[in-house]
């Protein structure tokens, strides 16, 4: 029996991956035709930091899993480092810090009956792994993708494969909610959404129980993006407070449901240019960001500056205040007000009567955007001057009304400035795989923008973000945990992984508002970050995990989970005897993350489950078993993504 | 010994209290974690204090200490935010303060309250995200790094070795300014502050996860900051509990008030106010971050082995692009709140409130200093508001401050100052670095050289106002 070779102290001073010397197992003496194939052997890694292996015999790929050397005398279990690899090597150039080494192990799987053994180490105990790299990467796939694992998830990678259940998520239209009960009774109260408290539970719902989980993320990721704040637009409609309350909210609220639903369609549908478009001239961020008190005597800066800064080019974009000025005057003129619903596409038809506003008689029709012919700057505009990307919003004196098309070539010149598709290039990158994405992956993305063949041409958002899903490091083990979810990514995913009941409003107001991060009432408008640096203190660990605990403790409608259903619907009985600890805890941390613990974590929560509050050895019930789902959704494990 | 896996303890200062020289090997396979460095002893108790509040949004300075001899400073320039010199408070014949800080005229006449104007930093981006960044990591060379100037200056002077709760913040997400490898307790939600279970439940999640989240291994970049995190707000729940806040309600010895008003029932009476109260309810999240401060600030008596010294909040809404208002309007409410607040840490932190828990004075060993990214345009815009522009003022208030107006007099301000800065702006004087040095040395007793904690400092020559002494 070869030991495992340990590196001596000399060479423990230098950066060094050394080999594990597998035990030799005879293959096929007593095993069944359908057993996962043996352990892999042969595995060697040479200068270029490129590992082998020998080819096992049934093995359809295999995985690799590295590890901290300093793990092996805790036996603490690899990580996934490389899934399903076709052949029978595997290049790892990431060197350990100094001072540090890997270890690597490798096993084999067939697609028939599974991963086989990772092999014993000398005292003939298997080596800790874990989570199976397969469980891993799916869970990963999920998190990042939507707001993690669900059944109907589980199964429908089960049917479609990973790069069949990406392609799907890409395409919701394809994807059929109308039989999604869950969903649709939750939608008929909220949709439309009344008040900004009901849009913000739409959020949540839609989040936690929509078969569109892509989709989701993204209308999300749009409407953060273009952040705006909810109580400027109730604030507008003030002159509806004294008579219309109600009329107030609905109204305020529906700036937001409407350029989210704009976002949510042109993602998938359509073009940066036609995004951008939406949001800068719509009601809601004409409203934001000041465009309405943007004129020709007097000019705001407000909108012009966030538009470059935070919309499309960034801080470091290469615009100038100059360009600020010039964007600005720009934008003068546009301003909202209710039209006639056949006048509503029309920014130069005429407005209802401000003195109608708020009364009885007040006439039906929609609030829009609306263009004053006497308030916009005429002169010519130039935006970045002397640059390459120079361009000249012609005089429009002469015939005032072609104003209108000011904001139009200015957004156009924006779009095409090279600093905008590096910029939502690298955001996307942020949102979606890496919080520092290399110039290649930005490179690639960018590429997809400009690609020619795009169906919906230059800026394609489907096609954009199709190449953000397709960059190696989403697809690599090494990005698994790599990001922090947001609070609302944790509260989403932890309320699907225990079949939660949410109506959407109460988690909102008891948590998300604790947490920090409750939509369309930030008033700041670079929205909510998606860095976890930026969120990880001591008081989001503390409402996580109260989070946690509080879901696990409560099983109404409102607020609640269902984690006795869930595990005796997937075959795992809760019944206190035989103990079945084991069986729930693997179970319940299968759903929320792949099962990535360690023994040491695994059995911390089994000796949860199997003691009482002063933690005495005591059969457990029920509502210990929900207890315990949500100690596991205090782990670290599950703030990660 | 047990290896502290996953934590990040590469102490520079720690290294050299321990005196040792290492090459190659991580310092995290030989040291325990932070938690028990605190039994590894420190140097001598230092009881020095730093409160920070940083007004986020980019204060408009011109209407907040007006430069009234300055003849730019008239109604054609600010047509509807001119503040005459009947609405504003006369502070040394040219300098005038805001009438909604009427309350800090106590501190300024006990001459505690340093003044401070035409403070910014050079070529300000005029972003909020960048420039509050940058006030925030003490390097305008690197507007993107997230670590701290406090944060190094924490770890730089060793404040953090010792004790139990060096640092504490008080606002909805941990600020730039304490960031860095090591975290520090943040508390957004100061009523509830605590895990939502009694024991002995709460000892036995709380007990296992503090095992699962110190023992945590893996090669994911957030597991050492998880480490920490989860440490840290473990051990601190007990003593943030014993200190009651919700409880504790200090009041001014004479009017009988509430210092800090977080409630309805705490919110001095007011005619003219909202709602017959002096405030706001809106401002009942600001006032409790102070009160948490500054108790944290007086539990932190020698014996406690809390060592705090650095605290801060924020007042978030000074982005007045549109209806900013002059003497009344939204930028003098915020300022009132800041006055009245400033005020209280005044009377609560100098021992002179009316409180059963008579805690011992410590405003002589404190200084309270306000912080904002930029100040507005100097000429109004077509929003009755201002713009992003370049220098703002700040406050230092504290027993050790020289107290007075600093850079608004007739030979600091000469005419042109306002628009010195690209015609546009009030052109900066001070750099915001020089006055946070002078603090960090004179006030705290920063051992460390300047360019630890703001890189380059040596190099840039700055001018320093002599705030301390």
Redesign the interface.
Known sequence: MNRPRTASTQSV??CLAFRLAPLVLAPGIGLAVAAPPGEVTGDRIDQASNLTWSPAAGADDYNVY?G?I??LASR?GA?CHGDEIAGTSFATPANP????GYFYLITAESTAAGEGTPGNDTNGTPRPL?GSCDSIMRHHYLDRLGYGWSEWTRDRIQTLGIQGYIDEQLDPATIDESTNTDLVTRRTTLVPPDTIQELQALDLVNAVYARRQLEQQVALFWDNHFNTDYPESADFFGFYNALFPDKQKYEGTKFHYDLQNSFRDLAFNGTFRQIVEASSLGPGMIVFL?TD???K??????FA?ELM??HTMG?DGGYT?QDVVELARVFTGWNVCKKSDADAGDPLAACIPRNTYGTATEPPGQWVRNFRINQHDTGSKTLFAATPYQAIIPDTSSNPANGINDADLALDAIVAHPSTPRFIAKTLLQRFVDENPTQAMIDSVVAAWNNPANPRGTGDLREVLRAVLATGSFRSP?S???K?KTPFEHVASALRAVRGKTDGATVTRLYLT?L?EVFHVN????GYSEL????????????R??FG??LGARTGTAFGNDVIGLLNANGISTAPSPNNAAAIVDFLSGAMFGAAL?G??RQ?AI??LN?D???AASPYNDARIRETAG?LL???QF??Q | MD?P?GCDCSRRSFLKGAGLTL????VA?LFPGPWIRFAMGAGPFNNKRLLFIFLRGGNDGLNTVIPGGDPDYNTLNRPTLYIPPTSSIDLNGFARLHPALADLMEIYNAGDLAVVHRVGFPNN??????DQRTWENGNPANPKS?EGWLYRYIVQNSVDQGVRLPAITVQ???PVIV?GDE?F?????PD??????PD??RS??MN??R???T?????????P???D??V??ID?LDEYRSWDQANWDPKDPNTGFSLFPVSDATNPPDPTGPNGKKFAVTAYPFFKSLKVCALAFLESDPASLNGTRIAGTEL??FDT??SQGSSSGAQAQLLSWLAYGLRSLHVVLSGAAGDPRAYAAVWQDTVVVTLSEFGRTSKE???V?T??AAGSCLFAAGGSVNGGVYNCDPATWPQGVMFGD?GRYVLVRTDYRAIFWEILRDHMGAASAADVVFPGYSSLGLQELNLIG
Not at chain 2, 192 to 197: A, N
Not at chain 2, 215 to 223: A, K, Q, S, V, W
């Open positions: 001073l230098r590295r901290d300093a793990w603490i990580e810090a100094t001072g540090r874990r000041d008190s943007n004129v005597s007097a000019p705001n800066e407000n500056r800064e935070l801080v205040q090494d698994v945990g790599h922090i604790p920090q008033p700041v408008p670079t976890g640096g930026d969120w990880l203190d001591t008081n989001n660990l503390l409402v995990q109260n605990l509080d360690t040491a974590e911390a000796d949860y003691t509050d002063s933690g100690f205090g782990y670290p703030i990660e | 290896e896996i090459c190659g090997f991580s396979s981006s005029r972003s909020h995200f960048d997230y909805a997400l941990p960031r975290s307790i943040n508390v957004a939600n509830s502050f605590d895990y939502i279970f002995p439940k036995k999640f296992s996860w095992n699962i989240y023992n945590l291994t893996g090669l994911e970049p957030f597991r900051a998880l480490t995190t989860s840290k707000l601190t978030n809404g692009h549109n815009n077509g929003s508001g713009d992003h690209s």
